[in-house]
């Protein structure tokens, strides 16, 4: 993205890209995600990656798991990666290949690899040694709640082909951020923080739609009780 660009440029491109109105619970999600990433894209240190990849996309299909109609989430993602000059096929390539070296691969080896205990070789597992190796090294990396999102992502997709319970996941999670130098409380805190945010948006579609259909039966008593 050209650095000069504003946070007002990102929210006007995006609806321009999609001039369709956007649900009402969802308006302000899809407002602060956009901020969020415009300001993390715009900052010098930011380098993308496909953990950033990984958690972008978890953090929008969580937060518009229920947004309706269906159809319309991945027109609504199309134009957000529009907005933010990012690549839509490139995401979803770089957080496919990571989710399948999870999913697929031995879970000790590649939580090893992760953890910076074991050589990646020339297999698959390489470019996620790389990525990590180069991140481990950096002086100056920008982290992010999305980074962390990828991360834990990642760290679940290995946790369920190996059947690892969460108090598991959560010490792979404290070595991989040793061997990155994150701060683990803090990555932590953002996890709990975006798991309390879908609790809210969850509450609130469901108040919504009680009052949608209390609304509905009232129109529909009313117009029982009207004389033909």
């Given at each position: 993205?050209?650095?000069?660009?504003?946070?007002?440029?990102?929210?006007?491109?995006?609806?321009?890209?999609?001039?369709?109105?956007?649900?009402s619970i969802y308006r302000r999600v899809i407002d602060e995600l956009l901020v969020e990433v415009h300001l993390l894209i715009t900052n010098q240190d930011f380098?993308?990656?496909?953990?950033?990849?990984?958690?972008?996309?978890?953090?929008?299909?969580?937060?518009?798991?229920?947004?309706?109609?269906?159809?319309?989430?991945?027109?609504?993602?199309?134009?957000?990666?529009?907005?933010?000059?990012?690549?839509?096929?490139?995401?979803?390539?770089?957080?496919?290949?990571?989710?399948?070296?999870?999913?697929?691969?031995?879970?000790?080896?590649?939580?090893?690899?992760?953890?910076?205990?074991?050589?990646?070789?020339?297999?698959?597992?390489?470019?996620?040694?790389?990525?990590?190796?180069?991140?481990?090294?950096?002086?100056?990396?920008?982290?992010?709640?999305?980074?962390?999102?990828?991360?834990?992502?990642?760290?679940?997709?290995?946790?369920?082909?190996?059947?690892?319970?969460?108090?598991?996941?959560?010490?792979?999670?404290?070595?991989?951020?040793?061997?990155?130098?994150?701060?683990?409380?803090?990555?932590?805190?953002?996890?709990?923080?975006?798991?309390?945010?879908?609790?809210?948006?969850?509450?609130?579609?469901?108040?919504?739609?009680?009052?949608?259909?209390?609304?509905?039966?009232?129109?529909?008593?009313?117009?029982?009780?009207?004389?033909?």
């Amino acid at each position: 993205m050209t650095s000069k660009r504003t946070v007002s440029d990102s929210k006007r491109a995006f609806f321009a890209a999609y001039p369709r109105p956007v649900n009402s619970i969802y308006r302000r999600v899809i407002d602060e995600l956009l901020v969020e990433v415009h300001l993390l894209i715009t900052n010098q240190d930011f380098r993308y990656d496909p953990l950033f990849a990984t958690g972008l996309l978890t953090a929008y299909q969580a937060l518009m798991e229920g947004y309706t109609p269906v159809e319309q989430r991945d027109a609504i993602l199309r134009a957000f990666c529009t907005a933010l000059e990012l690549s839509y096929d490139q995401l979803h390539a770089d957080a496919a290949q990571w989710r399948a070296i999870a999913a697929e691969l031995p879970a000790q080896e590649v939580l090893e690899v992760m953890a910076g205990k074991r050589e990646a070789g020339d297999g698959r597992l390489k470019t996620v040694s790389d990525t990590l190796t180069g991140i481990a090294g950096a002086e100056r990396f920008k982290y992010s709640r999305l980074f962390s999102l990828g991360l834990a992502n990642i760290l679940e997709q290995v946790g369920r082909a190996a059947a690892m319970s969460e108090k598991d996941r959560l010490e792979r999670l404290q070595q991989v951020c040793t061997y990155l130098t994150l701060d683990y409380n803090r990555v932590k805190r953002d996890l709990d923080f975006f798991h309390a945010v879908l609790e809210r948006i969850k509450r609130s579609k469901e108040v919504v739609d009680e009052l949608s259909q209390t609304e509905r039966r009232k129109r529909e008593e009313r117009a029982v009780s009207q004389p033909g």
